[in-house]
């Protein structure tokens, strides 16, 4: 298995740390409103790298973060009058959710900031002993230029990054010895949650989290550590500088970053106000739509967002779907009888189409060549099959089909269609929750039917429906 490395910028031979065993940490997202379709990029790209290195036997220990203490969440909290705490429960709440929704597996652990910070002060303490960080009034530095091997990561050079940000200082910032020093720790302000350490009442810089977590769960030196481009510098730089120092080794022996979703060929971003919540899209497709379409394309190739490309992953999904929908009748009615020589040789050609999945996974995960091998498997399906085949080569069939599938992350059974009269009677019954202003309930019954593909639209004539 070969993976592109952002470190050595080249696909190298995939060799774990320990044999058999995976350590992996996914830079999670940062807690204060709902995610939008750019973060859940990572979030199903990543699933899928850890489904197929499970495909390949590997116990893989999958670790991602929540950033559940940062100046946006705090904002957040001011503005609606509440805890801090109370937006990021809330939020992590709504972010796992939306990774249910979208067949992304639980992280073996998904830590939360709040809850290591004795981890970071002893990492801090560490580094400060050692000389590579330095406290200024209550604010903890790293001492950027005593890490030698500062850039490697996103291929800068330091005296070039240190002209380039000699203009960006900003207030305050004079008290550091050199431009490049990144904050470790920082004192509270007024009315922020804070922590007591050796320096000050204060909180973590959002680079040390990360540094923390991989080591508590995953140890000194992991295999994979991964995120958005985005991520490359400064945090991934920050954090390899925060952990070799330390740990005095090397922090993760692959470097792993996908492309971004983009709208109108720019990223899309929170900041920006382009971007589209997973919940939104939702609202409109089955999410396993949005997986499809994440994995039509390669993990670090940019990818534009459109309703036309979501329209063809419909159609895709829908087209292997409906295979599998088939085989089923097909099973159902078949008779159990010995495997007919062209029945194997049929059986022969899906294996081959196993393996020409398996080639284009190896090759850095080529999940676009992935699903061509699959629609080719429904093809041969689609041609071969019938009610007179023996039930065991349609069932050896289908397990082919839905076990590739399933790498993917792509549901193939079709949802059980709702009769009318059964979903007129769930509207019925959330309409009443709504007069008897039972918002929740009201809000579960139409999660409950969406689940089932039923789509349901307020509008002033009253509530509509429509299957997805
Ligand atoms: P954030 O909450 O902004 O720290 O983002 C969480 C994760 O989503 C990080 O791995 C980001 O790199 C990733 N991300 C954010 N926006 C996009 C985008 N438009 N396309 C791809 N990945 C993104
Ligand atoms: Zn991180």
């Known amino acids: 298995m070969k993976l592109y490395n952002t470190m050595t910028k080249r696909k190298e031979e995939f060799v774990p740390v320990e044999p058999g065993k995976v350590k992996m940490y996914v830079c999670g997202p940062t807690v204060y409103n709902l995610i939008h379709i750019g973060n859940a990029r990572p979030m199903i790209v990543f699933d899928t790298v850890r489904r197929y290195m499970e495909h390949k036997g590997y116990e893989v220990n999958y670790v991602s973060n929540f950033t559940d203490v940062d100046d946006k969440i705090i904002a957040k909290a001011v503005e609606e009058g509440v805890s801090a705490q109370e937006i990021s429960q809330r939020y992590i709440k709504e972010c796992k959710k939306d990774m249910a929704d979208m067949n992304v597996k639980p992280a073996t652990t998904h830590p939360l900031a709040t809850q ?132 005095g080794k090397r922090f993760a022996k692959y470097w792993l970053h996908n492309g971004f979703l983009n709208i109108d060929n720019k990223k899309m971003s929170k900041s920006l106000g382009n971007f589209f919540t997973v919940r939104e899209i939702g609202e409109k497709y089955d999410l396993q739509v949005l997986r499809f379409f994440m994995l039509s394309a390669h993990y670090r190739s940019p990818l534009n967002f459109s309703a036309e490309l979501m329209e063809a992953s419909k159609n895709g999904l829908e087209r292997i779907r409906n295979g599998v929908d088939n085989l089923n009748h097909f099973i159902d009615v078949a008779k159990e009888k010995e495997v007919t020589q062209e029945e194997k040789e049929h059986l022969e050609k899906a294996q081959a189409l196993a393996l020409k999945f398996d080639e284009a996974m190896d090759d850095d995960f080529n999940t676009a060549d992935a699903v061509a091998a699959i629609f080719e498997l429904v093809k041969l399906s689609n041609t071969t099959a019938n009610a007179e085949n023996s039930k065991a080569y349609l069932q050896q069939l289908k397990e082919k089909i839905t076990q590739l599938s399933d790498i993917l992350g792509l549901i193939t059974e079709k949802a059980e269609e709702m009769l009318d009269e059964d979903i007129e009677k769930m509207i019925e019954e959330r309409q009443a929750a709504r007069k008897a202003k039972d918002f929740k309930k009201a809000d579960e019954i139409r999660n409950e039917l ?9 509008t002033r004539e009253g509530v509509k429906w429509k299957r997805a």
Not at 138 to 147: A, P
Not at 185 to 205: I, L
Not at 450 to 458: F, H, N, Q, T
């Open 450 to 458: 969406l689940e089932k593909g039923i789509i349901l639209e307020d």
């Open 116 to 247: 290591e910070i004795d981890g970071m002060i002893e990492m801090i303490s560490d580094l400060i002993q050692k000389g590579y960080a330095y406290d200024v009034k209550g604010t903890v530095y790293f001492r950027t230029r005593k890490f030698e091997e500062y850039g490697k990561l996103s291929h800068k050079n330091l005296d070039d990054l240190r002209s380039g940000n000699r203009s960006l200082l900003v207030t305050g910032e004079d008290q550091k010895e050199d431009p490049l020093d990144f904050v470790l720790w920082k004192p509270k302000k007024e009315g922020e949650p804070y922590w007591t350490s050796p320096w000050s009442e204060g909180r973590p810089g959002w680079h040390i989290e990360c540094s923390v977590m991989a080591k508590k769960y995953l140890g000194e030196e992991i295999d994979i550590h991964a995120g958005g481009e985005d991520l490359i510098f400064p945090h991934h730089e920050n954090e390899i500088a925060q952990s070799e120092c330390c740990n």
